[in-house]
């Protein structure tokens, strides 16, 4: 008989931060929390605090193809999220590992700029990066991100589901647009979910304060991978995840630099 783990394991590639308010810290915190048994390799280190950015430094190629051979050896890996990138050396990578495991569900979160300044994916490495969006099954943009990778401003609310569309259409993906930068109707985070066609839209809980916590976008994603990886359909998933999600930012707390920090 072959491998059996008890629960989905669930590879999150990104950015090491050493606030672990994101990045990987925050990725395997929102796999655990969902069921799966969290792996994690680096992409690159993004030295930031929870407001502040100082730098990417990179991690080499060699590396990080040996840190995913060593995870896919040891685990039955079921699902991959995406988060930072970085360099080209480790979109290539990635590349590669997704071309040997072709079967493997994809749920990216485009991360380009860090919330706190700075560009997050070298301009060498966007020609992978390219790829890595056709290779996604997921991909869970907010306004900024959707906005950068269409190359159009979003005005309406209506303009989010035209753009989910888009986005899903050239990519083949589907697509959570995150909410956190929209109001609608006098309601501020309601996430669009595109999907082959559907329409779901996912209002935020009704007591939960508007906060701009760092790291959501690993949670939520991280946390939609592994429901994915489950079984459960899209728009279920994704409410699930924004549930946790909601969860932390309403336990949170203050950083010693003032920033909301999920918990």
Not at 42 to 65: G, K, N, Y
Request: glycine share 10%; with cysteine.
């Amino acid at each position: 008989m072959g491998r059996r783990e008890p629960k989905p394991v669930i590879l999150a590639f990104g950015g090491y931060d050493p606030t672990s308010g994101a990045g990987v810290l925050m990725d395997a915190r929102a796999i655990a929390a969902s069921g799966g048994h969290p792996v994690a390799v680096p992409s690159c280190l993004a030295l930031q605090s929870t407001a502040t950015f100082d730098r990417v430094v990179p991690v080499s190629r060699d590396t990080i193809d040996r840190a995913l051979a060593c995870a896919n050896l040891a685990h039955r890996i079921v699902g991959v999220k995406v988060g930072m990138i970085g360099t080209r050396a480790a979109a290539d990578a990635l590349l590669a590992f997704l071309d040997r495991h072709p079967g493997l569900p994809v749920v990216l979160d485009p991360v380009i700029r860090a919330t706190s300044g700075g560009a997050l994916l070298a301009k060498n490495a966007l020609p992978a990066y390219r790829l890595l969006l056709l290779r996604a099954n997921v991909l869970t943009p907010n306004l900024p991100e959707i906005e950068k990778l269409l190359g159009r401003p979003l005005v309406r609310f209506e303009d989010g589901v035209i753009a989910a569309r888009d986005l899903s259409e050239d990519t083949g993906a589907a697509v959570v647009l995150k909410g956190g930068h929209f109001a609608w109707k006098g309601k501020r985070g309601v996430d669009i979910v595109y999907d082959n066609g559907t329409v779901t839209l996912l209002s935020p809980p009704r007591k939960l304060a508007p906060r701009d916590a760092h790291g959501t976008g690993c949670a939520f994603a991280s946390a939609l991978a592994t429901r994915l990886a489950s079984g459960e359909p899209l728009a279920m998933a994704a409410a699930a995840a924004k549930a946790l999600v909601a969860g932390w930012i309403a336990g949170g707390f203050k950083s010693a630099e003032g920033r909301w920090t999920l918990s």
